[in-house]
């Protein structure tokens, strides 16, 4: 299948300061990603739709300012938490559709810890 | 809107058990379906999908599915339980084989006993 890495996969960062997050197409190109965010036992809640060229599409709730996204290639997207707080400590996962066997699948990249202090 | 609903958050089973992991649905078409699963600070795996045709889907390491339109369920089972299955299972709907989001269940823990 395809290949979504991101980076990093677990990051300790102070109150106040700025994380940013990538995810990448290795081996295809990905004009959307989708950001998700993982509350300590509770499921996966699409933050925001990130799209190549364009701005990024945000769930309701999710604060656009707060998270930044940029999609600047068709096998990157960034996701920047602003002026984190502890609040913001979660799992942050991505996820890229590409053609697979025929049809189009999700693949997911393998997630980045966020731990704010 | 669609939802998925994974009723057991936490189960425990013996090495060497059958499991079922439950799910329910709601969406008012024909859903395409997932299940992943998820090791500690990992990202997600996928271990099988319907997407049409036949209702009983086999997948990686033994799982297989039965999707049931009638129960709006898409139960996942083993036959046998390894201790190396212990880890989240989430069951994730799509309005298309994976082009937009998925809305994903709640989660179910597997605990694995020796």
């Known amino acids: 299948g395809a290949v979504v890495s991101q980076h990093p996969s677990r990051v300790i960062c102070k109150s106040g300061t700025s994380v940013k997050i990538e995810c990448r197409s290795l081996?295809?190109?990905?004009?959307?990603m989708f950001w998700y965010r993982q509350f300590p036992k509770k499921s996966l809640m699409l933050m925001a739709t990130?799209?190549?060229?364009?701005?990024?599409?945000?769930e309701q709730g999710v604060e656009k300012d707060k998270f930044l996204i940029n999609h600047a290639s068709l096998t990157l997207s960034t996701l920047t938490v602003t002026s984190a707080h502890p609040e913001d400590s979660s799992f942050y996962i991505c996820s890229a559709p590409a053609i697979y066997r025929g049809s189009t699948e999700a693949f997911f990249g393998q997630g980045t810890r966020l731990t704010v202090v | 809107a669609q939802s998925v609903t994974q009723p057991d958050i936490h189960i425990t089973v013996s090495e060497g058990a059958s499991l079922e992991l439950r799910c329910n649905y709601s969406y008012g078409a024909t859903p395409y379906l997932f299940w992943y699963v998820q090791s500690p600070g990992q990202g997600l795996q996928l271990l099988l999908k319907?997407?049409?045709?036949?209702?009983l889907v086999q997948g990686i390491k033994g799982f297989e599915a039965e999707f049931k339109r009638s129960q709006s369920s898409f139960n996942l089972r083993k036959p046998s339980v390894h201790w190396s299955d212990a880890a989240e299972y989430f069951c994730?709907?799509?309005?298309?084989?994976?082009?937009?989001?998925?809305?994903f269940g709640s989660g179910t823990r597997l605990q694995v006993q020796p």
């Open positions: 081996d295809f190109q990905a004009t959307t």
């Open positions: 990130s799209n190549e060229g364009s701005k990024a599409t945000y």
């Open positions: 319907y997407f049409s045709g036949d209702t």
């Open positions: 994730a709907l799509g309005l298309d084989t994976g082009r937009r989001a998925l809305t």
